[in-house]
């Protein structure tokens, strides 16, 4: 039979790798508590927030353990996340061992990101139609296609350098709003506003500020409150690239655009 540490080992490790990737908090505390009672663990608490797990198991037992993992915030991965929350189902319903439970966990983890090259495509192509649907015209959401896939490819630098998300964030918005008022100097016809508002959208955090309203109706108030904090942060250090550039490009010109 599987250890006390084993089995609670295995849970906050499912738990951690989901909220890595993007998982609800309820959903996370919800796979971690199944996870236990699937091993016959009894006697167990689970809290899970934002950025961190707590959890024991048998406290009143001679095998008691706790763990508590700090889980910092990061992107989003769905991909993980469907293959974690296929795997706690096969957990629970007896489908696999401990060990070979493992063995998946591991290869969960692993499972690789889009590539640079489509993940900067796709990037273009989300900001070319946010372009259009938001009024601009077929060479505005051109020049967005291009401010995409230059803000994708900088934001992936910027990853591989572990700069901060807040530094990343107005640093992207700084150079396409940087992109749009230039293209906007060659063709004064093209609408710079539409292309800036396209191209932003990758940036903007509709995940955390979903995911803060659902952990309000849940009643996690204190996870609702951090991603609430981080939407707003996020939103800020946006509005500060676009602002300033914008300002900048105001002085130049010597007057307002």
């Known amino acids: 039979m599987a250890s006390t540490k084993e089995v609670l080992s295995l849970a906050v490790e499912t738990g951690d790798a989901l909220l890595r990737n993007g998982a609800e908090v309820y959903r996370v505390e919800d796979t971690v508590m199944h996870i236990l009672e699937s ?6 608490d689970v809290y899970v927030l934002s950025n961190g797990i707590f959890a024991s198991a048998n406290e009143n037992k001679e095998d008691a353990c706790s763990m508590i993992r700090h889980v910092p915030l990061g992107s989003t991965h769905l991909g993980r996340v469907t293959a974690l929350n296929q795997l706690s189902r096969e957990i629970c319903s007896r489908e696999c061992s401990l060990e070979e439970a493992w063995k998946r966990l591991e290869a969960c983890k692993q499972i690789p990101t889009t590539g640079t090259a489509a993940a900067a495509f796709f ?7 946010f372009c259009y649907l938001f009024g601009g015209a077929l060479p505005d959401s051109a020049v967005a296609f291009f401010c995409g896939l230059a803000l994708k490819i900088l934001l992936q630098y910027l990853s591989a350098g572990k700069v901060s998300k807040f530094m990343t964030n107005i640093v992207g918005s700084a150079l396409v709003t940087l992109i749009s008022l230039g293209v906007h100097l060659l063709a004064p016809a093209i609408l710079y506003d539409k292309i800036i508002i396209g191209s932003i959208m990758p940036l903007v955090p509709g995940i955390a500020l979903t995911t803060s309203i659902r952990d309000f109706f849940n009643g996690d108030y204190l996870s609702g409150a951090i991603h609430m904090i981080d939407a707003v942060l996020t939103a800020f250090c946006i509005a500060v690239g676009v602002g300033t550039i914008m300002t900048i490009y105001r002085y130049l010109i010597g007057g307002i655009l």
């Open 39 to 44: 091993y016959e663990i009894e006697e167990y």
């Open 123 to 129: 990037c273009g192509v989300g900001c070319n139609c």
